[in-house]
Nanobody
Framework: QVQLVESGGGLVQPGGSLRLSCVAS????????MGWFRQAPGKQRELVAS???????NYVDSVKGRFTISRDNAKNTVYLQMNSLKPEDTAVYYC?????????WGQGTQVTVSS
């Protein structure tokens, strides 16, 4: 089972940027599909972006053109670069690793977009 630790969240003004990091341990993530999810208060957790072990990326429509997911397998780390942030991006962001039916989650990092 892979363990995941997110970092990089915080408070940012609308239009600002943040980069989230997810460091994995316990397993090499190069074979995993990695994803970033988010959950806002009172809402269901949603998939924001994912990247396959081959590097194919997928984004929810609301973040296309603003967010970029990437992975550095040598560092066992996945990133989410978030630009042009909006108040509606406010949520707890979770890192996810998937291999077949095996799922692992991080503890989450809070992102707050507010003036």
């Amino acid at each position: 089972q892979v363990q995941l630790v997110e970092s990089g969240g915080g408070l940012v003004q609308p239009g600002g940027s943040l980069r989230l990091s997810c460091v994995a341990s316990g397993s090499i993530i190069s074979i995993y599909t990695m994803g970033w999810f988010r959950q806002a208060p009172g809402k269901q957790r949603e998939l924001v972006a994912s990247i396959s072990n081959g590097g194919t990326t997928n984004y929810v429509d609301s973040v296309k053109g603003r967010f970029t997911i990437s992975r550095d397998n040598a560092k066992n780390t996945v990133y989410l670069q978030m630009n042009s942030l909006k108040p509606e991006d406010t949520a707890v962001y979770y890192c996810n690793a998937r291999l077949g039916t095996q799922l692992s989650w991080g503890q989450g990092t809070q992102v707050t977009v507010s003036s």
